[in-house]
């Protein structure tokens, strides 16, 4: 929520006296918990700062909640709650079963068709779990909102038990190897899949060990050459597996990308080199006249400098770091998802971010990265021609590139 003074509803039974324990009646109070919550402080001295406050709220249940409110007087609103818009509520009776003369008697629960407040978190302790449900206002949240709220719960929760004594503002909501940079992901892929095919473009291909052991030999020379960490590094090359050897071999010298499509314009070229400024320039050898000491990556640094189509000006360099490559990467790892078995076919040029998911993706999962020329890519016979010859299962294009396939055809119909 970004917010540091967090008011948070829950419910109590509000039966602390033995007296009103046999009586029939509704004694439910509801209390406000407030928590200022600073991220400074380790997980575990908040969590010591949390069960003070509910103590504390616990010795003064008896206080009705609308004479708070009266006493507090805060500005009503219709649509939510006057002191919170978010509840917990545990259920922690014990299950008792009622016994009645010819009468089978069996718990049930209903869904509830008015959400009580904004966010409505119920948990119950049923045979040593904690089972939770989220109630929610549809006209807040949608499903997938909810759904991605609930694993970020379940990521924090898990982060508090592994380590408690880890600052709270330093835990994280999502689940993904945050001290890992891509090309540790891909190292690791090529020793699980040493033998299996990592890339192809044409006619050559490229196994995990082989692309592997050559972004290393470039990775070295870089090195040797002044890049490290957030050097920046110019890529003008055709699709191909040079370009995929490149890329690596920058990343694992510790530097970040800055690819240059060499069917720009030779102006637009000139400006990006001028405006980013890279150390050195890679790129092949008949595109030389038209482009013109060991070092640790961290997470935190840069892994490639895109620029913008300048559409509405000139372009803007935009500074992507390892470990928000990492996250997207480990994220469409899951959602849509590949497999080993996967075969990927790239039809992006470089110089748009839509390439990236080609370039890593596959890598970090064993799946195989299938590279066409742009000949190729704007060439429907051709392009369907790869797709079927390499069987594959994976490809993410622009509209155009869909409309120009199912123009042509594709994919063809089976006869009935």
């Known amino acids: 929520s970004g917010q540091n003074d967090i008011c948070i509803g829950t419910a109590i039974a509000n039966r602390n006296l033995a007296e009103i324990e046999p009586l029939i009646g509704f004694f439910a109070n509801t209390l406000v918990l407030r928590n200022r919550v600073s991220g400074e402080v380790p997980f575990i001295e908040l969590l010591q700062q949390v069960r003070t406050t509910t103590l504390d709220a616990y010795a003064h249940q008896d206080m009705p909640f609308e004479q708070l409110v ?27 079963t009622i016994h009645l003369p010819g009468l089978d008697m069996q718990q049930i629960t209903a869904d509830a068709a008015i959400a009580k407040c904004d966010l409505l978190l119920n948990i119950r302790e049923r045979a040593g779990q904690l089972q939770c449900n989220l109630e929610y206002n549809t006209d807040l949240f949608d499903t997938t909102s909810i759904e991605r709220m609930t694993c970020h719960l379940t990521n924090l929760l898990n982060a508090a038990v592994s380590l408690p004594t880890c600052r709270a503002g330093d835990m994280t909501l999502i689940d993904y190897p945050s001290d890992q940079t891509i090309q540790q992901l891909f190292e690791a892929q090529a020793v699980a899949t040493p033998n299996s095919i990592a890339a192809v473009f044409e006619n050559d291909r490229l196994t995990y060990t082989e692309l592997n052991a050559k972004s290393n ?35 694992k010298a510790g530097g970040a990308y800055v690819p240059l499509d060499p069917d720009y314009p030779v102006d637009r070229r000139a400006y990006m080199l001028s405006d980013a400024l890279p150390v050195l320039l890679l790129t092949q050898q008949h595109l030389f006249d038209a482009s013109t000491t060991d070092h640790h990556t961290l997470p935190g640094h840069l892994a490639y400098v895109i620029y913008t189509s300048g559409s509405t000006g000139k372009p803007k360099g935009v500074q992507v770091t390892q470990g928000g490559l990492v996250n997207l990467m480990k994220t469409m790892q899951q959602r849509p998802g590949i497999e080993a078995e996967d075969v990927l076919l790239s039809v992006t040029s470089l110089s748009f971010d839509l390439v990236v998911p080609d370039l890593f993706l596959p890598l970090i999962s064993g799946a195989c990265a299938v590279f066409v020329t742009r000949q190729t890519a704007t060439d429907p016979t051709q392009l369907v021609a790869v797709i079927e010859c390499m069987g594959v299962t994976f490809m993410q294009a622009t509209p155009s590139t869909w409309g120009m396939l199912l123009n042509h055809g594709w994919p063809r119909q089976s006869p009935p």
């Open 217 to 251: 030999q470039l990775a070295h020379h870089l090195r040797s050459v002044g890049v490290g960490p957030d050097s920046l590094v110019g890529i003008c090359v055709e699709r191909s597996l040079q370009m995929m050897i490149g890329l690596l071999g920058i990343l």
């Open 70 to 96: 009266d006493a507090l007087m805060p500005e009503r609103n219709l649509g939510h709650q006057p002191l919170f818009q978010v509840m917990l509520v545990l259920h922690n009776m014990q299950n008792t």
